[in-house]
């Protein structure tokens, strides 16, 4: 019989690893960020527990020291994305920057004969046409759910914002 509860434990532990499999990653990271977190915490709750802060705050200081290390984390998570995006972009833009010289000294465009066809069919006049149809169909379709669904003064404010 313990062979059998033996056996069914390790199915069922297999079972919920397949299941979980997509999140084991994820799993692991929250992990092994909550037990430093976990200690911090601690370690930031017993610094604070001292006389220096009144009764209110001190029944609530491990909600409030969670709470905090929990934005900390978030912030910290947004900013870093975003610094990171920056760079990615800074390191694309000198990547293209030698290769838009490259082609406008090779005149590729001309070669091929696109430049030609840009200039015969008025692609920029095309360019602008569209994009106004484009976006005057965006905010007609926008002003249909708000009459739908009763968000016309959130939608005329939003009109007036974005213009404004």
């Known amino acids: 019989m313990a062979h059998a509860g033996l056996a069914f434990s390790l199915l069922l532990l297999y079972g919920l690893y397949r299941v979980l499999h997509g999140f084991v990653r994820p799993l692991q990271w929250a992990f092994l960020c909550s037990i430093p977190l976990r ?6 709750v017993a610094f604070c527990g001292g006389r220096v802060l009144t009764t209110g705050v001190l029944k609530h200081l491990n909600t409030i020291v969670a709470i905090s290390l929990i934005d900390g984390m978030i912030i910290g998570a947004i900013v870093g994305g975003v610094f990171f995006l920056y760079k990615i972009g ?15 000294k090779s005149n590729y465009a001309e070669k091929i004969g696109f430049k030609k066809w840009m200039d015969d069919n008025d692609l920029p006049g095309l360019v602008d046409q569209y994009s106004a149809k484009l976006y005057h169909t965006v905010w007609q379709q926008i002003d249909d759910l708000a009459v739908q669904y009763n968000l016309t003064d959130f939608a005329n404010g939003f009109w007036h914002f974005l213009l404004g």
């Open 90 to 104: 800074v390191e694309g833009k000198d990547a293209v920057m030698p290769l838009k010289s490259h082609v406008q």
């Open 39 to 44: 200690e911090l915490q601690r370690a930031l």
